[in-house]
């Protein structure tokens, strides 16, 4: 099992800055592809930035040039890094990773698995 702890949301004003981290614990494990989505009210949660096979980056056209994804693979941190916020940036933004789980017993990798994070609100307004 891997559990995977957001922080870093909170209120801000539109043209402002916050980091996102996602932290993840647990079983030792080896990361694949990972991401950030986000929630708005009443909308279905979609694919804001993610890390690919070979780390590709790659991001929802409406975040690009102001968001930038990436990972501290040292630390098992996946990052978020989002500028000049507007109002339509508000949203709940869950971490997303898909791993392999390392078998003790069984000496070999196990997997894959995904698993997400608890969520962090962000909100952008004046």
């Known amino acids: 099992q891997v559990e995977l702890v957001e922080s870093g949301g909170g209120l801000v004003q539109p043209g402002g800055s916050l980091r996102l981290s996602c932290s993840a614990s647990?079983?030792?494990?080896?990361?694949?592809?990972g991401g950030w989505y986000r929630q708005a009210p009443g909308k279905q949660r979609e694919l804001v930035a993610g890390?690919?096979?070979?780390?590709?980056?790659n991001y929802a056209d409406s975040v690009k040039g102001r968001f930038t994804i990436s990972r501290d693979g040292m630390k098992n941190i996946m990052y978020l890094q989002m500028d000049k916020l507007n109002p339509e940036d508000t949203g709940v933004y869950y971490c997303n990773v898909n791993v392999h789980l390392w078998d003790l017993f069984g000496s070999k990798w196990n997997g894959p698995y995904e698993y997400w994070g608890q969520g962090t609100q962000v909100t952008v307004s004046s």
């Open positions: 647990g079983n030792t494990h080896k990361f694949n592809v």
């Open positions: 890390i690919g096979m070979g780390g590709k980056l």
